[in-house]
């Protein structure tokens, strides 16, 4: 009987576990999966020269490189940070977390 019953310390372990479940995993699962980061891979408009230059220029809509994104890029054409936004260079939706191998230092 005595095995069956939990002990404090187990309840303050799972306690804890589950707080800090219910708090970070949400903020996780937002990050994680960008909801609020447009998806900006449509190429449908696009001629088969245009696509070719995303695609030889590795572009991605989520930068593998944290301190590079499209954003601050000096070729990057915002139009909201929730929105897709143009390239001069690349023709196309343009994510502002995306990322290609143009991607230049914005000039202030
Ligand atoms: S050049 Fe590349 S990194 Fe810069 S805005 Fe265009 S797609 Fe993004």
């Not at 220029?57 to 989520?62: G, H, L």
């Not at 909201?80 to 343009?94: D, F, H, Y």
Request: proline share 6%; charged share 20%; with cysteine.
């Amino acid at each position: 009987m005595a095995d069956k019953l939990i002990s404090r310390r187990d309840l303050l372990k799972k306690s804890a576990f589950w707080g800090i479940a219910v708090v970070v995993g949400p903020a996780l699962l937002n990050g994680g999966c960008g909801s609020d980061a447009p998806v900006c891979t449509d190429t449908a408009g696009l001629s088969q020269p245009e696509i070719a230059m995303r695609t030889a220029n590795a572009y991605v809509d989520r930068t593998p490189e944290p301190a590079k994104t499209c954003a601050n890029c000096n070729f990057f054409e915002s139009r909201g940070e929730s929105a897709c936004g143009g390239c001069k260079v690349l023709k196309g939706p343009i994510a502002p977390a995306g990322y290609c191998r143009l991607w230049a230092a914005k000039i202030a």
